[in-house]
C-alpha cells in the first residue's frame, strides 16, 4: 500500500486552558515535529500464507464511454440492471424513456473520452486496485473464515456515484477517484475531496464493510454520542486490521498533520468533551459539533479537524482492545454495550 504523505508545514495550534484560547507555542511545536517524524506503525499482520480467495474484478470503464446508439445502452443495463437501478439511479426517472436519453446524453458528450483517458492513466489496468482488494480480503478471511469476497466492478459513471457495496458485489466508480489533478472532479467541499484519491477506494469499502450492523453490532436503544464515537470506532478499528499498515489518515481522511495534532493533543480534545458533558448527551446541536461531517472542530481548538468525536471513538476503541487481548477482533465487532467500552477501555489521555 503506499503511504499518504504530505509537506510538512507547522500549523497554528490553539488550544482551550482554563475556558481561555490561548497560543500554545510547545504545542505547535509538538505538532510541527509529529507531523514530520512520526511514521505509522503497522497494525497486526496475519499470516494469511495459507488462506486463498477467488476475487473477481470485472472492467466496464471502458463499457459506457463505446456506446453509440441508445440500443446499445439499453442492451448494456439489461445485462446489469444493479448498475442501472442503484449506481445509475433508474428509479430516480419518471420513465425508461428519460433514463436512457440522459445516459445517452451522457456518454456520447465528446468530454466523456477525456474522463476515459484520464482514469486509465491514474489506473492503468486495474492490477494494482485489484491487488489491494485482495490483500483487504484475504485479511477479512483470516479474521472471518467463511467471508466469501463479493464480486468487483469498476465504472466510469460520469461523476454520480463513488462506491456501491453489498455482500455480493462491490461497484466503484473510478472517476470520483482520479485526484486533485484531474480536470473533472466531484462537486463537494475542498476538505471532502481529499477523501476521492486511488488510495481511498479500498479503505473506504472497508468502512462500509466496519460500520454495517450486522458485522458491527449496536444498542439501537443507546441514543447517546457515546454509543455513536464507539460505533464509528469500532468501524475504523476493523478497517485498520484488514489494511495493516495503510495510514490512519487514509481511513479517517484527515491530512497528516491534522492527524499528528489529533495526537498530540489528545488531553485536549478529552478535556472539551468533558466539560461539555458529550459523552452521554443525547443533545442532536453537540451530536453535529463532534460527529457530523464538517471541516474543523472550532468548538476544541482552531485547528481541530471535524469529526472529532469519531476519531476519539477510535482511540477509546483501540485502548479497549490493548486492554483486552483475549478478546478476538469480531468478539470486540459484536460488543453493542459502548459504556461497557468506554469504562473498561479507561481512556484517559494525560496532559
Request: overall charge positive; charged content about 20%; glycine content about 4%.
Amino acid at each position: 500500500m503506499r503511504l499518504f504523505t504530505l509537506a510538512c508545514i507547522p500549523p497554528v495550534v490553539r488550544v482551550l486552558t482554563n475556558h481561555k484560547t490561548l497560543l500554545q507555542l510547545h504545542i505547535v511545536i509538538l505538532f510541527f515535529l509529529t507531523s514530520c517524524g512520526d511514521k505509522e506503525k503497522c497494525e497486526f499482520v496475519p499470516d494469511t500464507k495459507n488462506i486463498s480467495i477467488n476475487l473477481q474484478l470485472e472492467q466496464l470503464q471502458d463499457s459506457l464511454p463505446a456506446i453509440t446508439t441508445r440500443q446499445q445502452l439499453v442492451n448494456f443495463f439489461t445485462r446489469y440492471p444493479v448498475l442501472r437501478d442503484f449506481v445509475f439511479g433508474r428509479p430516480s426517472y419518471p420513465n425508461d424513456s428519460v433514463f436512457i436519453n440522459e445516459l445517452y446524453a451522457r456518454f456520447t458528450n465528446p468530454h466523456i473520452d477525456s474522463l476515459l483517458v484520464a482514469t486509465k492513466k491514474v489506473f492503468g489496468n486495474g492490477t494494482e486496485l485489484q491487488a489491494e482488494f485482495n490483500q483487504a480480503f484475504t485479511n477479512l478471511k483470516y479474521y472471518y473464515p467463511d467471508f466469501q469476497p463479493p464480486k468487483i466492478q469498476t465504472i466510469i459513471t460520469g461523476l454520480q456515484t463513488d462506491l456501491f457495496v453489498t455482500d455480493t458485489l462491490i461497484v466503484v466508480g473510478l472517476d470520483y477517484y482520479l485526484g486533485k489533478g484531474a480536470a473533472y472532479r466531484p462537486n463537494m467541499y475542498e476538505y471532502m475531496l481529499r477523501r476521492y484519491e486511488k488510495n481511498f477506494i479500498v479503505p473506504s469499502v472497508l468502512l462500509l464493510y466496519g460500520i454495517d450492523p450486522r458485522l458491527n453490532e449496536t444498542n439501537l436503544q443507546d441514543k447517546t454520542i457515546l454509543a455513536d464515537m464507539i460505533t464509528y470506532g469500532k468501524a475504523y478499528y476493523f478497517a485498520k486490521h484488514m489494511l495493516p499498515c495503510t495510514p490512519d489518515s487514509v481511513f479517517i481522511g484527515y491530512t497528516a498533520a491534522e492527524i499528528a495534532g489529533a495526537r498530540a493533543n489528545q488531553d485536549v480534545i478529552w478535556t472539551k468533551l468533558v466539560e461539555d458533558e458529550v459523552f452521554f448527551s443525547t443533545s442532536a446541536k453537540a451530536r453535529q459539533k463532534y460527529i457530523a461531517e464538517r471541516p474543523k472542530t472550532f468548538d476544541v481548538a482552531d485547528q481541530a479537524p471535524g469529526r472529532i468525536g469519531t476519531w476519539v471513538g477510535w482511540q477509546i476503541v483501540n485502548a479497549y482492545a490493548k486492554r483486552k487481548p483475549e478478546v478476538t477482533l469480531a468478539e470486540l465487532m459484536r460488543e453493542q454495550d459502548a459504556r461497557r467500552i468506554f469504562n473498561e477501555s479507561r481512556y484517559k489521555p494525560a496532559p
